[in-house]
């Protein structure tokens, strides 16, 4: 097992203000902000759903050094589940319907615990880090996408980036610990990439469809698709990674991009 000793899991307890963050807050885009936000509701039941999946099977882990790392995951998903939380309930006034689609994920989430073992509920968080690590990766080391956001919600997006891809390999080193199931683990990652695509799309056309002026800006909306399919692209070799016998989220070594970008929130 390839589980490193990892100082750089920090856990930063961040206060943001939204108050004047407009609802096109990426790059002006309507598809582009929507797809930020339909990121956004998943994200605080998706990420306790991460940290039920690993705190489930802690006690079966007896290494000291992942032990610790585990705490630090907590800690730091605890957070975001809730920053993310107040920030959807800020862009309720958008009209924007928040607590519909996050009650729907509670419950899907909820059916999904009670219907996958503990083995496969690991596998899923496995496979979801794996997307939000290559993706907070790619926006780190593309800095320009950040510039594109408001101002306002910058910060926010920048934290998140920057403590995925710090605690990238935690869930990963916890599934090899305790069940080293390579099948399970690759198998999971095939349906969640339906799942996942599927369902983020699903909620950015309908945040789309609900918005009488953004829906009507095909221009931009088709500027955002390009952008978004450029992206896509350029994550394909690092998501197929996963299904390599020997993947491990550490081999591409993040350290100093990291290092950087905590250097950065810490002078900001
Ligand atoms: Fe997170
Ligand atoms: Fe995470």
Redo the contacts with the bound molecule.
Sequence with gaps: MNTQVSPSITVRRQQFDFNKTPLYYMDNNPLLSHLLTALSLTFPHG?RF?VHSVRQIREQVKNPVLQRNISS?IG??AM?SHAHEEFNAFVEQYNVPAKAIMDFEYHSIEEAKQRLTNKQQLAVTCAL?HF?AIIAQYILEHPEIFDMLHPEIKPMWIWHALE?TE?KAVAFDVYQDVFADDKVRKTTMRIITGTFLFRISHITLKLLLNDPIGRKQWRKNIAGLATLSKVLTDLAPAYFEYYRPDFHPNHYDTTQLTAHWAAQMANA
């Design positions: 990420e991460f995951f730091q998903e975001h880090e939000t995925e605690h």
